[in-house]
């Protein structure tokens, strides 16, 4: 069956299999590959310094590869915080956390900004990511317990330790971590779609550059079919330009106005809560 990954056979600590090709030993447990993770990262220290992070770059659909290259911002705010913008000419869309409420805001049937708050499911997972680094760095201050299960070999021949996290709450999670290079490899999360609530989504990262001490993925892509190999199958966030600790917008992460729509047909900010909680600037 093709598949990303191909898990090894049992055995995988032991003869051979004890070092890679560099000839350092392998990661013995968890906490092993996780150190060694941060530390390809840029370190603890670097990270901590880390309070705010910004992605600039375009959206490549799956399936059309040469398609139109659609911009994309993304603000992140520690522990949680996030403001998604899609900058489509005629399908704008955003997404905002602010660690308690979401709301996606995107044209209606009639072009103008509709509003749908998160459901519960939905704000229960935003409020469980780390937004601006991963749950691996400084993992134990967070709460996260890890295991290591094994080592998985991925189509390209790549060795890939992979991880299974406990969240506070209770909540499970996969990481695969590179054997070589101690990077991240993919990350597994439940889907917050109500059409497949649960559904594994895989998150695949590559292509790490240094920003401001920090390393920072500039490609990431998504399929729903955990496991899938990426490429046409996924959607790809090119990461162009990176932005440590920028100060932001006091409103990006605000909940988005209420609309009302007036006799003539305009539409109006109106004071007051949205739908979902929060309340209106």
């Not at 992140?76 to 996606?104: A, L, V």
């Not at 594994?200 to 590559?206: A, G, T």
């Not at 390393?215 to 899938?228: C, L, N």
């Not at 990461?239 to 917008?249: A, Y």
Request: no cysteine.
């Amino acid at each position: 069956m093709r598949g990303l990954l191909i898990t090894l056979t049992a055995g995988w600590l032991t003869g051979s299999a004890l070092a890679h090709a560099a000839g350092a030993p392998l990661a013995q447990n968890a906490d092993e590959v996780i150190t060694r993770n941060v530390a390809a990262r840029g370190g603890l220290a670097a990270w901590q310094k880390v309070d705010t992070l910004v992605y600039l770059g375009h959206i490549e659909r799956a399936g059309n590869r040469e398609g139109p290259r659609v911009p994309f911002v993304m603000q992140m705010k520690r522990p949680n915080m996030t403001r998604f913008e899609i900058k489509e000419q005629y399908n704008q869309y955003t997404r905002i956390f602010d660690g308690r409420h979401g709301w996606r805001i995107r044209p209606g049937h009639d072009g103008q900004p509709q509003t749908t708050a998160f459901s519960p499911t939905e704000v229960g997972f935003a409020q469980t990511e780390y937004v601006v680094d991963t749950p691996l760095i400084d993992y134990q201050a967070k709460g996260v317990t890890a295991e290591l299960d094994g080592i998985d070999r991925l189509e390209d021949g790549r060795k890939a330790y992979r991880l299974s996290l406990q969240l506070p709450g209770g909540a499970q999670r996969k990481a695969w971590v590179d054997v070589k290079t101690n990077l991240d490899v993919r990350y597994d999360r439940p889907a917050t779609s109500p059409l497949a609530p649960g559904k594994p989504v895989s998150v695949y990262y590559s292509d790490f550059r240094p920003e401001s001490g920090v390393q920072v993925p500039h490609s990431i892509e998504t399929t729903a079919e955990a496991g899938r190999p990426v490429g046409q199958a996924a959607d790809k966030l090119v990461i162009e330009r990176v932005l440590i600790n920028p100060k932001l917008d006091a409103l990006a992460f605000a909940p988005p106005a209420r609309p009302l729509r007036q006799g003539n047909g305009a539409m109006v900010r109106i004071p007051g809560p949205v739908p979902g909680g929060g309340q209106n600037p």
